[in-house]
């Protein structure tokens, strides 16, 4: 089977990568890419390790076939923190010593930021829903859910 040729941006960067029609946004990134930090889960769209924006929206990278990535904007994990900079919800996660074997940790933040950048204040309810998505497997949930909250009144610049 031939591959396909595909033109996107990841993290702000420009790159192309040569993938089979029939591969996984998730397997070109690690694959192809080297990004791995976006996790390989349950590669059904069920655990939401492998959690990516495309164009700013918040998907699987396990259910986007890669050449759907031609001439779109990706950011994975490795994008979100600003060069050396941690991002709040990368630092808070820390700081609350939100996670446990990691595993969850890449999609969690992706989302966590997504979550943050469409509502600046999410309420309790709004955060949990939203994170409802990623799964934690080592049941680290309130911890996760304080440091998102906490990062989203950092950013608000409450703390």
């Given at each position: 089977m031939s591959k396909l040729h595909v033109q996107t941006?990841?993290?702000?960067?420009?790159?192309?990568?040569?993938?089979?029609?029939?591969?996984?946004?998730l397997d070109s990134l690690r694959?192809?890419?080297g990004l791995t930090g976006t996790k390989e889960g349950c590669t059904t769209g069920d655990c939401g390790a492998c959690s990516v924006l495309l164009d700013g929206r918040l998907v699987c990278s396990?259910?986007?076939?890669?050449?759907?990535?031609?001439g779109r904007e990706i950011t994975t994990v490795e994008?979100?923190?600003q060069g050396e900079a941690l991002h709040p919800v990368q630092k808070k996660i820390l700081e609350?010593?939100?996670l446990q074997c990691g595993v969850?940790?890449?999609?969690?933040?992706?989302?966590?930021?997504?979550?943050i950048d469409r509502h600046p204040n999410p309420t309790e309810e709004q955060a949990r829903y939203w994170l409802a998505g990623n799964l934690c497997r080592c049941t680290g949930y309130d911890k996760i859910l304080r440091a998102?909250?906490?990062?989203?009144?950092?950013m608000r610049g409450e703390v």
């Open positions: 941006r990841v993290n702000g960067e420009a790159c192309e990568f040569l993938c089979d029609p029939r591969q996984s946004l694959d192809e890419l396990c259910l986007v076939l890669a050449p759907e990535a031609e994008g979100v923190a609350h010593a939100a969850c940790t890449p999609g969690i933040v992706v989302a966590a930021k997504a979550l998102v909250l906490d990062a989203a009144a950092e």
